[in-house]
């Protein structure tokens, strides 16, 4: 791999010097697009492997201006990697692939990429690549959060009508585009005068800014609210109805995706894999929607129903991270089948798979990153993914795997990403059944706003659900039947969608202990709970929770997730090797566990 | 003087009929000149050494498939997913006539044919082994007509 080395892209010579990170696992195309890229007087690194680009990614926190990948290779699925570049570093992603049919590029589409191309490409479409940046960095601006008041404004003005020509009319259009007043932009440390390098200073959705959020979405219905309606409500002074919108339509996406994902592995019973791929297509419903679906979507069913009971206030769940980059969920919708759900027990087996189905889907598709980029774009806790390896085996061991961020208590806040900690809260659900109800129970179900903690609940169940996946897999399997239905079933589908759909963000306050000990038997709880020496350990830190959630750090975790690992050789043994080392890849080594400390830095950016 | 021009006209001029019958002949396409137009004063080789670096990547390409296609019973997935890295590759130096043999073999292996797969691995093979034997004498006459370039020019 080479580097061209770290530098700023020039802000005068837009877009030349853009740079950009081209990843392909074949080495002609990597060369031929570097000399392109170069042609074109981009600063081009190249990459051969999905895992080195995102740790290239990360060490060089801005450091890139554009990602190019292509979709087949071999240590990660390109739009895995599509998804955590997005979430993570927020960097407008382009796919390549040879493939050019339908299903596939929107599959990229969805997942995020900002363009498709289809090999062979030329070097004209490469050309153009900077206007994905451009646009991304139009949008940010208008993302900004500023404290200051309309002297800012001012101050903006000015500096971009004073501007170079090439952009003036951007600055222009981003500010008297505006007619609301309160648009502010922060003023930046760096010249103005290029609204192309402009840094966006994004909100943090903490998860207190995230719960009043949805309490206010809830009170309208996702479908009926507009960003105005739901400043208002949240009556957070330096909130900007920008803001909010895109929030919005973050959390629509990240719920529609969840929807998507629940209709897909809409059948506990074992819905064949063929049946998924047939939701693979576009079309993710609402949630809302599957509510109305017949009872086969269970899985979507008593998704939302959990989604809906968990107190949203367990940003624990965002933090299972599943697959935090969730296309906004109708949270609404989902809330009120997560009711509906969850006051019928009798699914409760049903609800039990489908909260395992949930997790384990979740567990599968999504990767666990324990490294949350000080930057949130999202203003959401960087979505946890884990890497998922379509192994039967995985399923359960990603649903045991899932449970355990449940627990977070919320404690993530920053770096949620709204679809992220949609995602995760259905996940989380069982989850959150299982630990919350110690935590919970004994204090108001509204989480704690203890960033730290959440955080630390997160980092550990992260680590935990990575590493454990592995070893869990078995407890789990071995417990359910159903879960291993499930797995197969949602196997092909966990590669390919983010779990979730459920809709935890349920913000109306029902307390999540309660609606989970009343619904859910006994047996299924002890299932949740029992599953797995993995959930010992758990439990065992669930223990250790004081109603504060303030659970230990998240080394802890991360001690415990190790020993687990080694103690489940047998476990570990039926892991297939790539599995394992994507895991290790990406969780890997106990030295990781010293990103926590760093995310955690970069948490609390607000 | 004139004689010299001249052989150099005489070898461009041959140079460049080889390359065209290759595109004539269907073997290149025009990913092959996107190549060509890479080629500049920093990477005076670029197409050459492209052409290389594919050929001595695609060997395990091709053993992939080979392997997969020595399975027993054959899977049909894992062997598209190598077909799908082989004929990716093989675009990327415009390798037409290989394409559509790769293309071939794709429809076979959707459809779950073995000895589909087989026979048109076999054409494959063949369109590979060929187009690398015609563009290694291309390159070389290249060569050797820069060589002549080079001798020619004045000092």
Redesign the interface.
């Known amino acids: 791999m080479e580097t061209t080395g770290f530098s700023s892209p020039r802000p005068d010579a837009f877009p030349a010097g853009l740079r950009v990170l081209v990843v392909d696992d074949d080495p002609t195309w990597l060369k031929i697009l570097e000399k392109m890229l170069k042609k074109c007087s981009y600063e081009v690194t190249t990459c051969n492997l999905a895992r080195e680009a995102l740790h290239l990614l990360r060490e060089r926190k801005d450091g890139f201006d554009i990602v190019i990948s292509d979709v087949n290779m071999p240590d990660m699925d390109g739009f895995k990697l599509l998804e955590h570049v997005g979430l993570e570093m927020d960097l407008p992603v382009i796919m390549m692939s040879v493939d050019g049919e339908t299903s596939r590029v929107m599959k990229g589409v969805q997942h995020g990429a900002c363009d498709y191309l289809l090999k062979p490409i030329r070097m004209k479409e490469l050309r153009n690549i900077w206007q994905h940046v451009f646009r991304k960095r139009i949008h940010e601006v208008r993302d900004i959060e500023s404290h200051e008041g309309l002297e800012e404004i001012q101050m903006m003005r000015n500096c971009m009508e004073q501007s170079d020509d090439g952009y003036l009319f951007c600055g222009a259009d981003l500010i008297t585009g505006k007619k609301r007043k309160d648009v502010d932009y922060k003023q930046d440390d760096r010249q103005c005068s290029d609204p192309s390098s402009v840094k966006k200073a994004r909100v943090v959705w903490t998860f207190d800014l995230h719960q009043k959020f949805v309490k206010a979405v809830n009170q309208f219905g996702l479908d009926k609210v507009g960003p105005k309606k739901i400043l208002d409500l949240m009556g957070v002074p330096w909130l900007t109805r920008e803001n909010v919108a895109s929030h919005l339509q973050k959390y629509r996406l990240y719920l529609s995706r969840l929807q998507k994902g629940n209709e897909l592995k809409s059948s506990f019973g074992g819905m064949k894999p063929s049946d998924f791929s047939s939701k693979d297509t576009a079309g993710n419903v609402c949630l809302h929607n599957s509510s109305t679906a017949p009872q086969n979507n269970v899985a979507n069913g008593s998704y939302v129903v959990c989604g809906n009971k968990i107190p949203i206030k367990n940003v624990d769940s965002k933090i299972c991270g599943e697959d935090m980059k969730i296309a906004s969920v109708q949270m609404a919708e989902s809330k009120e089948e997560l009711i509906g759900v969850i006051t019928d027990p009798q699914k409760s087996s049903n609800s039990g798979t489908s909260l395992n189905h949930s997790f384990g889907q979740i567990g599968s598709d999504v990767r666990y990153e324990p490294k949350i980029p000080a930057q949130f774009s999202w203003t959401e806790v960087p979505p946890v993914q884990f890497k998922q390896e379509p192994k039967p085996h995985f399923q359960s061991q990603s649903w045991s795997a899932e449970v355990r961020p449940v627990q977070f208590k919320q404690e993530l806040k920053p770096h949620f990403q709204s679809e992220n900690s949609f995602s995760h809260l259905p996940l989380c659900r069982n989850h959150i059944q299982v630990d919350c109800t110690e935590p919970i129970l004994s204090h108001h179900p509204i989480p704690s706003t203890n960033e730290k903690d959440k955080r630390a609940d997160i980092r550990p169940n992260c680590s935990k659900s990575r590493s454990k996946g592995i070893g869990i897999v078995n407890p789990v399997e071995s417990k359910a039947e159903l879960f291993s239905v499930q797995s197969k079933s949602h196997l092909p589908v966990c590669q390919e969608y983010e779990p979730i759909p459920c809709s935890i963000w349920n913000t109306k306050n029902h307390s999540l202990e309660q609606i989970l000990l009343n619904d859910i038997d006994s047996s299924q709880r002890s299932l949740i709970l029992g599953t797995g020496s993995g959930f010992r350990l758990w439990d065992e830190e669930l223990q250790g929770y004081s109603p504060q959630g303030d659970f230990h750090p998240q080394n802890a975790g991360f001690e415990n997730i190790e020993s687990f690992a080694y103690s489940n050789q047998e476990l570990i043994a039926d892991i297939p090797p790539l599995l394992y080392d994507s895991w290790n890849f990406d969780f890997g080594n106990p030295s990781e566990a010293t990103e926590y400390p760093v995310m955690d830095q970069g948490l609390f950016i607000a | 003087m004139s004689n010299s021009s001249s052989r150099e006209r005489n070898l461009h001029r041959q140079l460049a009929n080889m390359k065209h019958s290759l595109f004539d002949q269907g073997y290149l396409d025009?990913?092959f000149i996107?190549?060509e137009?890479?080629q500049?004063e920093e990477?005076p080789n670029?197409v050459e050494?492209?052409v290389s670096?594919?050929y001595w990547?695609s060997v395990r390409l091709i053993q992939n498939i080979e392997q997969a296609l020595e399975q027993n019973p054959i899977d049909f997935a894992k062997l598209d997913?190598h077909m799908?890295?082989f004929?990716?590759?093989s675009?990327?130096?415009?390798a037409k006539k290989l394409k559509k043999e790769c293309t071939q073999f794709e429809k076979y292996c959707k459809t779950g044919n073995g000895e589909g797969c087989k026979r048109t691995f076999q054409q494959v093979k063949k369109e590979y082994a060929t187009l690398k034997k015609k563009l290694e004498r291309y390159f070389q006459f290249a060569r050797q007509v820069g060589c002549v370039e080079k001798a020619c020019r004045p000092k």
């Open positions: 025009e990913q996107q190549l137009e890479l500049d990477n670029f050494e492209v670096l594919y990547d997913n799908h890295q004929k990716g590759s675009c990327s130096i415009g």
